[in-house]
């Protein structure tokens, strides 16, 4: 996957408040309090570094998460929440990796499953299987 040469760094200590656009690569370590925009149509990556925090929306092609993330993500094509991955909200992905430690607290959607449900005929979901209590008789 080749990638703009345009790169943006928000370094440590810095905090921006409001939405942020952008395209090519954005590496987070600060904190961002606002909206995150990238167009689905081109090759733009974002990466939160464990120290970087987003209180907000993000709408990126590929995301990778190794900080905390407290609002919804949109990853159109690619995700991966690493080992220290905080993430609160709803996750929207293509291709998902998440590697053992993240943490999300919230719902996962797959935006394949969504696109072919709406194509598809639903499908019945069996009944869920009833447990009895075990004695020791």
Do not use: C
């Amino acid at each position: 996957m080749a990638f703009s040469n345009n790169h943006t760094l928000i370094s440590r200590g810095t905090r921006l408040v409001g939405d942020l656009h952008f395209s090519g690569d954005l590496q987070l370590e600060g904190q961002i309090e606002g909206n995150i925009f990238a167009e689905a149509s081109k090759d733009a990556k974002l990466v939160i570094a464990d120290t970087g925090l987003i209180k907000g929306e993000i709408h990126v092609p590929v995301v990778v998460v190794n900080g905390r993330v407290e609002g919804n993500i949109h990853a159109a094509k690619h995700l991966e929440l690493a080992k220290k991955a905080w993430v609160t909200g709803t996750v929207h992905y293509n291709v998902i990796e998440i590697v053992n430690g993240a943490k999300i607290n919230g719902s996962l959607v797959n935006t394949n499953a969504a696109d072919k449900s709406t194509t598809q005929d639903p499908v019945k979901s069996p009944e869920p299987t009833k447990l009895q209590g075990l004695s020791n008789s």
